[in-house]
C-alpha cells in the first residue's frame, strides 16, 4: 500500500511563496506520473500540476508560470512550489500518484489560505 504524506501549507500574503513537499512511501521515480491537486471552497477538486516518469510536466493554465513541480528521488519527495500566491489559490492541496498500473493514491491534504 502506498502512503503519501503532505506538508508545508499555511498562511501566506497575496503575492508570497510557499513550497509543499509530499512525502511517498517508495521511490518517486517509481510512478507513472504523480500531481498535486486542490479543492477550494464549494469547488471540485481540479489538478494544479503533474509530472510523469518520463519527466513531462502540464499545469493548470491558472498557475502557469507560478507553480513548478518537481521530484526529488533520493528523499522520495514531490514538491510543489508555489509563488506569487493569490487568494483564488486557497485550497486544500492533495498529492495524487498513479502506479505503473494505473492504481491511483492520495494524500490527506494539506491547507493553504492566501489572504491578507
Known amino acids: 500500500q502506498v502512503q503519501l504524506v503532505e506538508s508545508g501549507g499555511g498562511s501566506v500574503q497575496p503575492g508570497g511563496s510557499l513550497r509543499l513537499s509530499c512525502a511517498a512511501s517508495r521511490t518517486v521515480f517509481g510512478f507513472y506520473a504523480m500531481a498535486w491537486y486542490r479543492q477550494a471552497p464549494g469547488k471540485q477538486r481540479e489538478q494544479v500540476a503533474l509530472i510523469t516518469n518520463s519527466s513531462i510536466t502540464n499545469y493548470a493554465d491558472s498557475v502557469k508560470g507560478r507553480f513548478t513541480i518537481s521530484r526529488d528521488g533520493a528523499k522520495n519527495l514531490v514538491y510543489l512550489q508555489m509563488n506569487s500566491l493569490k487568494p483564488e489559490d486557497t485550497a486544500v492541496y492533495y498529492c495524487?500518484?498513479?502506479?505503473?498500473?494505473?492504481?491511483?493514491?492520495w494524500g490527506q491534504g494539506t491547507r493553504v489560505t492566501v489572504s491578507s
Open positions: 495524487y500518484a498513479v502506479s505503473e498500473s494505473r492504481v491511483g493514491y
